[in-house]
């Protein structure tokens, strides 16, 4: 019986739903990039400077806190995403924007402008896994 068979038999595995995406395997901080020859700053997973076209990037953790810019809900499922549920563009304090499932939080309602922070947690539920992304939160 093999080690991956074992944590089958075990509780649900953690799955990054894209590798590299956070300080940690499945937890920690969002990373992105600074750009080694003019310093611009990177949301996740890019590859290119969008400012001097550069490859030279270097990770970096972000800081996960940021401003709701921009907000739907949505009545329609969305892949994994089972409707009801609202995303939005949250405008991070490194000063680009990145799109997020958004999660509630009690007696506080989503406002265009309000304190965001990240949460790493479960999207869903993969076989006998646990699929583990991101979303943001009022603070
Ligand atoms: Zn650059």
């Not at 400012?51 to 009545?75: A, F, I």
């Amino acid at each position: 019986m093999s080690n991956n068979k074992l944590e089958r038999d075990g509780k649900m595995s953690k799955i990054p739903i894209r590798e590299g995406l956070f300080t940690g395997k499945t937890e920690g901080k969002l990373v992105g990039f600074k750009c080694k020859a003019c310093g611009h700053i990177l949301p996740p997973l890019t590859l290119t400077c969008l400012n001097c076209y550069s490859n030279d990037l270097e990770g970096m953790p972000l800081s996960g806190k940021g401003k709701l810019y921009s907000y739907t809900t949505n009545y329609m499922d969305s892949g994994h995403i089972k409707a009801p549920f609202t995303g939005g563009m949250v405008e991070l304090a490194e000063g680009f924007w990145i799109y997020s499932v958004l999660k509630e939080k009690a007696g506080k309602p989503f406002e265009i402008n309000m304190e965001m922070e990240l949460v790493v947690e479960k999207l869903w539920d993969k076989d006998d896994d646990e699929i583990i992304g991101y979303k943001f939160q009022p603070v």
